[in-house]
Each structure stands twice: as C-alpha cells, then as structure tokens.
C-alpha cells in the first residue's frame, strides 16, 4: 500500500519531489533540532491521485489522522478539544516555489465551541475571536471560492468604526456571525463546525489550488512542469498575534536585491504570517527586533547563520514569535535579483562555502543580460514624487494602470500601480514593465514575484493614496491618472512623474573596458564567474557581425570571430540601385557591368571586417535571400504604375520595374529562388563575392596581418549545390595573389542537409547550423506568419512550453542537428561545426549545442557575455553529470 504521509521527522531536503520543497526544507530544519513545529506532509503523489480521479487515493485519510495522533500525543494537545484546542495551519508546497500562487489556511479546528476554550487558555478572547474570522475568511475564499472582497469590505468597515487599539472582542465576535451570513449565502449550508472536516477539506482544497489560473499562469512564466502536484504541510499553528511579545516576519540571510551580507527582512508585531506576505500591513525592518524582542533577535540570528552554512546559499526565513518564543516556519534557497545572485555567489566561492564551478552554476546568462540593461541618470532628475521600498531592481518607465487587465491589453511599457497585490495581480505583472504599490516591504507578494521574474519593483510607497475605482492616485495635492508616465526606481524606491533619462549599467560599462572591475562589488563579481566561465568553457563564441563597428564592439564583449556576416545587409541603403541594375540587366556583358561596380563595394565591406577581427575567424555567408527583396514591393510598385496610367502618364521606370517584380515573384519567396541556388542561376554573383573577400583577405596579407576568412554558402539541400559553388570559388581564389588559404562550408538549414549531412561533409570544411531556417522548414512554420496566428494559444495550452525559435526544440530539430553532426564528422573528422541562428544566444539552448558536440556558437554582439556565461554553465553541468553517473 502506497504512503502517502510522512512526518517532519521522517524527510530531509533531498527530498524535494516527494514533499514539496516547503515540506523537504521543514523536515529538514527538523532532523537539524531547530524549533520548528510539530506537523506532517502529504506527498506529491496524494496529490497527483487526486487530480487524477477528482477523489481522494484510498486511506489517505486514515494515514492523515495517524500522524494527527503522533503530533496531539506529543504537545498533549487535541484537536476539537473544547478546553485547549489544538489548531492546525494547511500549507502547500510544491517542488519548486511558487510564492503565493497556492493555498494557505490558517486556524483549522476553530469553531463556536474550541473559540471559547482558546481564549480561556490565552487569556485573551479579542485574539481568540480574531483567529476564528481569520479561518471562516481563508477557509470560504480557498475552499469555496467566496470572493475575498465581501470579507475584506465588512473588515474594514469595522476597522473604520473601532477605537486606536482596533476592534474589540464583542465587535469580533460580531464580525464572526457577519462571517458566517456571507458563507451561508454563498455556500448555502452553516460554516463546518467540525475540525477534521475542516481539516479533510482544506487539503482537498490546496490540491485543487495547483490548477488555479493563476498557478497556471506562474508556472508557464517561470517554466514549471504542470504535472509535479504539490504538497501539503499540516503543522501545529503557533501565532503572533498574541499581544507586543509576539509578532511574526521573513528574513534573509543575505540582502535579495544587492546580495550585501547583513540583517534583512520584515517584521510585524502582533500578526501572522500572512499579513507579512499579503503586504496589507507595513511592516518594520528586521533590525527593529532587535529592540523589541533582543533573545529572539539573537536566536534567529544564530539560526539564520545555521541554515546559511548548511544550505550554502542565501535562505530565505519565515518566523513566529508566540510570546517571546521563536518558532521557525519555513527555509528556502531564497529568491533574488539577478545582481545579488552574482554577488552572493562570488561571496560564496571566496568565502570557501562552495567551490568556483558551483558559483558558476548559481547564476544564469538570462540574468546577465538583465544586469547589461540600463539604469536611471538621476544627476538631472526632478524631486522625487514619493520613496518607497525599493524591492526589485530596475529602471521602469511606463504608463500607469490600475488592474491586471488593462496591463495585459496595453500596447506601450506599463507600470501596474495597486495598493497592494495578490496572486490575481500575475498576469498584470508579467505584461507590466514596473509594479508599484502603497502597501508591503521587500517579502511581500509584489516584491517576492517581481524579483522572480526580473521586474522592477517599488513596493510600500505609505505616500500615495491609491484609489483603483477611480484610476487615480494622489500625493499631496498631485493627481496622478491611469495613461499618465511615470518612472520608478527598483533600487532606490523613488518614483518620478514623467520619464527620467537612463545611463548604461555598470555592466554594460564594464564589458566594453569603461570601467574596472573593482570599481563596484557587482562588477568584480561578473568578472569573476564570467572568467571562470571562459576558463572553462569547451564551446567557442562568436558574433554575427555585418560592420566593422559591430566587429569591434563584438570582440571587446569577448567574442573569438564572426560566425555570421550576411553580406545581404551589405546590399542596402545607397547601393539598391547597383542591385536593381543587376535584376534589370540583359545579358551577360550588363550583368558583369553591375558585379564590377558592385565588387569595390564588397571589397572595402569584407577589408574592414577582417582588420576589425585580425587573427580571428570571420565566416561571410554568400548572399542569401531572394533578389526581388532589394526591389520595392508588387504592390506598391502595381498602384505607383496604375495612378501613373490613370493620370495619362507613361510609368516609365517603375514600369520596367514592375514587369521585372511579377517576373521574379514567387509564391513562398523563402522556399524559393534564395541562397545557394541564386548563386547557381546568377553567374558571377557569388564569384564577386568571393573575389572580393580573397582580394580583402590579400591585402591584409601583404600589410602584415593575420586574416582568417571563411566563405559560407546557404540553403544547401544537396552535395552537388555545393560542389557547384566550391569549385567555382577554388577557381576565383587561385586567380588572387597573396589571398591565404579560405575554407568552403555551408549552413545546415534544411532537414534535407542534416540527413545527408555525410555527404555533403565530403565538400564542406565546416558547418554552420542556420536553425532559424532549420526550425521553420521542420515544423513547417512561416516565422513571420505564425507567431501573432497562434503562437500565443499554443503556449496557454502548454503544446509549447516555450516558442521553438526561442529556445531549440531538443526533440525535434535538434535531433537534426545531432544527426548532422555525427554523420558530418564521420566522413570529415576535422570538421569544425557551429551555430549561428537566433539559439545561438540563447542560454537554454547552449547547453544543448555544448552536449550535441558544436565547436562554436555565434550570436549578436550583445549577447556574446550571455553565451559566454552559458557555455561556462553548461561545460560544468556535463562534467558533473560525468561524474555523477560513474
């Protein structure tokens, strides 16, 4: 018979996707005799049975109540005891943290009776009776969907009638039987009085929370498993909301947003824990503890350094304090910005506490690219309109909005302005470039997802006076509209009217040799791993580069080489007219013409390219889409001909134009006369290119320097296309003095190429994935076509976990390219082979290109740091997945 119930005693951490993480963390807080209360955890695979059949697996209940019995016997507590309840809080916890997109439920095991005995055991009934609201709200909203705003409405109508100290018993007790009407309406039976149905529903009810929207939602954005199920944690309730002796908060070990070590967090006398992560109340910097409450603050303090040295990584901790004593709720490898994950990882590694490739492991490309972004140039910025906390890092500059949906609908960056968010918040937050709220500290709900998702920030500005219905908020005398502009600063908290200027980040600066790197603790911590990425990486990096200016900025970002100029971008601007009289042409003798004005061109093109990259490669693919593309459009030149006609006008050269434009036109133009095969039917075309490069590359020679061209011929379906091409290019660079040795390879783009990637490897130096192509022509997608059709609908339904020309599709196209690979270097074993599609910056995808076996990956030059970054990664993993499976 399946287990489907373990208590704390029995787990430990490495146990994460039978217990959830929340629930593997507790016990293992446990198993280290940290104060953590007693309780139990029903695994994923209750779970998973359960949205399976809609029911319960069989004696799931029974095991539930059997460790119920274990933890009454150990605090000789019992639940539904009428003198001295036993109370139970119902937590989910899934694999990976999912902050505040499942379900919590606090006070289980109140009812008319047990309220009255908890108050005598406290000695306090106004606490007693508050617990007991607390549970009807929470308890009505998850397990019965009664719209939190009919509790929250009669709340704070009460609040606004109470004394300064709040309302007192009898008004809570009033508000209870207020309560019990609403769940009464809604549900149509009385609140369940009996604790262990409460008990029984509640877990039913976290279960069903995994596929809530909004969960859903989360887990597409931060690329979750749909399948994993979550946990559910019963534990002991302790509460903080007894008196100025008790109060609750999260703290880190490490600052989140900067990664400084210190004393961080949030805390609330007086509360539980919810008020802390729901933001609705201020809270007070955890440092204040230490005044309040000097043993506590200690202890916790002792606790945190525990965890930090047995996790080795910032944690992340929630706590009670019940009558000055310290409870521990929960641990986590915390979340946090993208600059404090540098931080605090080059901290680690120097701090010994973990070793240079695991430091490497615990930052991502993707944040890397966050940290190149721009920050705000405040040196002439006006006063700010308010400060807050600042919670996520960032510039944010937007239109303000004041609900999730009119963020998601708008066209331009928004900021998403709300007292303060929930769960309902997320898709708002996902479209918005900015989040800003009245209320809650850097733990709250807004501050803890926008971290996770990298978007800026700015959490209880206490001066703006929000209100949603009108779509307005005031500061002072200031009206700030929804549509009006404002910026907010996730580092600072300051929040302007208006747009303020943004400078390049520190960086940014950095990687272009502005700045230092001991000129700012992030930086020396991005030069850091970053050198240790390049130390150990296997896979090479270059950029695609069509200029010399972007040649030169490539290689100070890093990159060894161009693995991709497109001589097309060359053939832009001024010089559409040369090519126009190349299409024009008649005959052979008008053709030639036209090459020969066009080779000088090409010539000074490729001369400025190598000398930007002396001493590196610098592959140039051969002209690559279809020629009608550098003339204007059918349709534009068919109304420019007819208005002429109708004027009584000749059309003279858009005539001529025209008749050449329905000549050339093709029905699916990238399926069509492109790429090699241009090369084929135009003769002499990619002979001046050739020429041009080998004259370049001589040139070069002759002053002493070190050229290493490489020419790429496109779109090869076929041995013969390139046999073709690579003939005639030996016959051009043997006719060039002084021209080095240039090697012939081809872009593997069509599923044709990958097949027979063993035969073509016969004429081929090297390879270079075109998985753009490559993934358009295995799927059958037209890029520019399907992406705004149904893209959007296939990633909602999950058939897309991601789009495929973000990030490579493993099963399909790349099983592709690990078949050209190993056919290729079968039948040329020296065969250099690279990518040089979008995936190539792509830092999902590089690990991938690592194992396939690529030498190189090639991306844009802004991205060369990224790929850096990922190859390091990647070249760590699969040593330790090496050594892991010995």
């Avoid at 002072?476 to 580092?491: K, M, N, P, Y």
């Avoid at 200016?549 to 290689?555: E, G, I, K, L, N």
């Avoid at 000549?663 to 133009?669: F, L």
Wanted: one cysteine or more; proline letters at 6%; aromatic letters at 6%.
């Amino acid at each position: 018979m399946s287990k489907y119930v373990y208590d704390f005693i029995e787990g430990d951490r490495s146990r994460a996707d039978l217990l959830g993480g929340k629930g593997a963390n507790l016990a293992e807080m446990t198993r280290l005799g940290l104060p953590v209360p007693p309780g139990f955890t029903v695994t994923t695979d209750a779970c998973r049975a359960y949205l399976a059949t809609g029911a319960p697996p069989d004696g799931l209940y029974e095991e539930i109540n059997a460790h119920l019995r274990e933890v009454e016997a150990r605090l000789d507590r019992w639940l539904g005891d009428p003198r001295d309840p036993l109370l139970l809080a119902v937590r989910s916890g899934g694999r990976y943290s999912m902050p505040g997109m499942m379900e919590t439920i606090l006070d289980i095991g109140l009812n008319d009776t047990t309220v009255t005995g908890l108050a005598a055991r406290t000695g306090d009934e106004r606490f007693a009776w508050d617990s007991y609201r607390r549970l009807i709200q929470m308890f009505g909203r998850t397990v019965h969907g009664i719209p939190a705003d009919e509790f929250e409405h009669e709340l704070a109508a009460l609040r606004a009638t109470a004394g300064p100290d709040g309302p007192g018993a009898g008004q809570l007790r009033d508000l209870v039987e207020t309560y019990k009407k609403i769940f009464v309406r809604h549900v149509g039976h009385d609140f369940p009085q009996a604790p262990h149905e409460q008990l029984f529903l509640a877990v039913r009810a976290v279960f069903e929370s995994w596929h809530s929207e909004r969960a859903r939602i989360y887990r597409r954005q931060e690329r979750i498993p749909d399948d994993l199920g979550t946990a559910v944690n019963v534990m002991a309730m302790v509460f903080g909301n007894l008196g100025p002796d008790s109060g609750t908060g999260v703290a880190f070990t490490r600052d989140p947003a900067t990664g400084a070590p210190g004393v961080y967090g949030d805390y609330l006398t007086d509360a539980q824990g919810e008020d802390v992560v729901a933001g609705i109340r201020n809270t007070v910097p955890l440092t204040e503890l230490e005044r309040l409450d000097p043993a506590s603050f200690h202890r916790l303090r002792e606790i945190m350094a525990t965890l930090e040295r047995h996790y080795r990584d910032l944690c992340d901790v929630e706590f009670t304090i019940e009558r000055g004593r310290l409870w521990m709720l929960q641990t986590r490898v915390g979340k946090r910005t993208a600059a404090a994950a540098f931080v605090i990882a080059a901290q680690l590694a120097e701090e010994g506490l973990i070793t240079a490739d695991e430091a490497l492991t615990r930052v991502s490309g993707a944040q890397l690219a966050q940290l190149m972004f721009p920050a705000f140039d405040t040196a002439g910025a006006p006063e700010p309109l308010a400060v807050g906390v600042g919670a996520s890092p960032g510039a944010a500059v937007g239109r303000v909005v004041f609900d999730s949906a009119a963020a998601a609908a708008a066209d331009g960056p928004v900021i998403l302005v709300r007292p303060e968010t929930n769960p309902d918040d997320l898709p708002g937050m996902i479209a918005a470039a900015g989040v800003l709220t009245s209320r809650g500290g850097k733990t709250s709900h807004a501050a803890v997802v926008a971290r996770g998702m990298g978007r800026t920030c700015v959490c209880g500005a206490e001066a703006l006076g929000i209100d949603v219905e009108r779509g307005e908020f005031t500061v002072g005398e200031q009206v700030v509209r929804a549509g009006d502009l404002i910026s907010i600063d996730g580092t600072s908290g300051r929040i302007w009217l208006g747009e303020v200027p943004v400078q390049p980040s520190p960086v940014a600066r950095y990687l272009t040799g502005e700045l230092r790197p001991e000129a700012d603790p992030l930086v020396a911590a991005v030069h850091r791993l970053l050198g240790h990425a390049d130390a150990v990486r296997t896979l090479g990096v270059r950029a695609n580069a069509d200029t010399p200016d972007d040649a030169r900025r490539a290689r100070e970002l890093g990159a060894a080489g161009i693995g991709l100029c497109r001589t097309e971008h060359m053939f832009l601007g001024e010089r559409r007219e040369l090519v126009e009289r190349l299409i024009l042409a008649d005959g052979p003798a008008e053709v030639g013409a036209a090459l020969d004005e066009l080779l000088p061109l090409q010539r000074a093109d490729f001369l400025g390219l190598l000398t930007a990259m002396d001493g590196l490669p610098v592959t140039v693919r051969l002209l690559d889409p279809p020629l009608h593309e550098f003339l204007p459009p059918l349709a534009e030149l068919t109304a420019r001909v007819a208005g002429a006609q109708a004027r009584g006008e000749e059309p003279g050269h858009d005539g001529v134009l025209l008749t050449a434009v329905r000549r050339m036109h093709e029905t699916n133009p990238m399926l069509g006369l492109r790429g090699v095969r241009l090369g084929l039917v135009v003769p002499g075309l990619f002979a001046m290119q050739v020429r041009a490069l080998a004259e370049a590359a001589a040139q070069r020679v002759r002053a002493g320097a070190d050229p290493r061209p490489e020419i790429m011929v496109p779109l090869v379906g076929d041995v013969r296309e390139l046999a073709a091409v690579a003939d005639e290019a030996r016959r051009v660079l043997a006719e060039v003095p002084d021209a080095p040795d240039i090697p012939v390879g081809t872009m593997i783009e069509t599923p044709r190429a990958a097949l027979t990637a063993g035969d073509i490897a016969a004429e081929a130096h090297f390879f270079s994935f075109g998985t753009n192509d490559l993934t358009q022509m295995t799927w059958a997608f037209s890029r520019d076509d399907v992406e705004g059709a149904f893209f959007s609908t296939y990633l909602e339904r999950g058939i897309f976990p991601v789009s495929p020309f973000e990030s490579i599709d493993a099963t399909g196209v790349g099983r592709l390219v690990r078949l050209a690979v190993a056919e290729g270097r079968a039948a040329r074993p020296d065969l250099t082979v690279g990518v040089c599609g979008e995936h190539g910056g792509d830092p999902d995808s590089i690990g991938f290109f690592a194992d396939a076996g690529l030498d190189y990956v090639s991306c844009s030059p802004y991205r060369v740091p990224v790929a850096r970054l990922a190859a390091g990664r990647a070249a760590v993993e699969a040593r330790t997945e090496k050594s892991d499976s010995r």
